[in-house]
């Protein structure tokens, strides 16, 4: 199956410990999206690539927070000195390039921060 | 900024009947488009249905098809003969054109037997 994967699926933390997480995304998909859902809500948009370049970062991503996505493939998301408030599902998903909309999402790797 | 909600927390439905699952949102673009994606517990989402703004057109995929009023920026999913599989947390979403999606809050959708 080719489809979008994550990894870890799940990662429990210490408070100011940093984490990284990785998304593999379909293979011939341009576009590569990083949302995070918390707990009874829906998907928050944090950032997008379109092939390596990193287009748009929401507010929701503080200093704290960087992704990158070397060579246009995988990408990595990655929070430093984590916070109880990081705790979330961190979703990937990709799509092709403009023109195509629907976007593909991986399972997701669910962070808990102690 | 867009918004979209959902005013259904939860629904429940029987196996076999059908239900509606309701979406307004709100936006100053003219193209767009709109999308439910389904969330089954556990599991990763997946994409029901989408509607291209521009069309008038209502779409349509087996089971699940949707009644699009851009005027009312509504936009609601029904679901026919509804099955056990169907359970699942629903998201309504707004996507400008090549853009992020915006998802509202979610309908957790029960079907009993």
């Known amino acids: 199956d080719t489809g979008v994967s994550q990894d870890p699926r799940h990662k429990i933390t210490k408070r100011g410990q940093n984490v990284t997480f990785r998304c593999d995304p379909i293979?011939?998909?341009?576009?590569l999206y990083w949302y995070r859902q918390t707990l009874g809500q829906g998907p928050e948009f944090l950032t997008y690539?379109?092939?390596?370049?990193?287009?748009?970062k929401s507010r929701l991503l503080s200093d704290r927070f960087s992704a990158e996505r070397p060579k246009g493939s995988f990408s990595t998301l990655e929070i430093q000195r984590t916070e109880q408030g990081d705790s979330a599902m961190y979703l990937c998903a990709s799509s092709l390039e403009l023109g195509h909309y629907e976007q593909f999402f991986g399972p997701g790797t669910r962070l808990t921060v102690l | 900024a867009q918004t979209v909600t959902q005013s259904q927390p939860e629904m429940s439905v029987q196996e076999a009947e059908t239900v509606t699952l309701s979406c307004t949102y709100d936006?100053?673009?003219?193209?767009?488009?709109l999308f439910w994606y389904k969330q089954p517990p556990s599991r990763q989402m997946i994409l029901v249905i989408r509607?291209?703004?521009?069309?008038?057109q209502n779409a349509t995929e087996n089971r699940f098809s949707v009644n699009f009023q851009k005027a009312a920026k509504s936009f609601s999913l029904k679901i026919s003969d509804s099955q056990l599989g169907d359970t699942a947390m629903y998201f309504c979403?707004?996507?400008?054109?090549?853009?992020?999606?915006?998802f509202g809050a979610g309908t957790i959708l029960r079907v009993k037997s």
């Open positions: 936006t100053s673009e003219n193209n767009y488009y």
């Open positions: 509607q291209e703004a521009y069309k008038q």
């Open positions: 690539f379109q092939n390596e370049a990193q287009l748009e």
């Open positions: 293979s011939e998909h341009n576009r």
């Open positions: 979403a707004f996507m400008e054109y090549g853009n992020k999606l915006v």
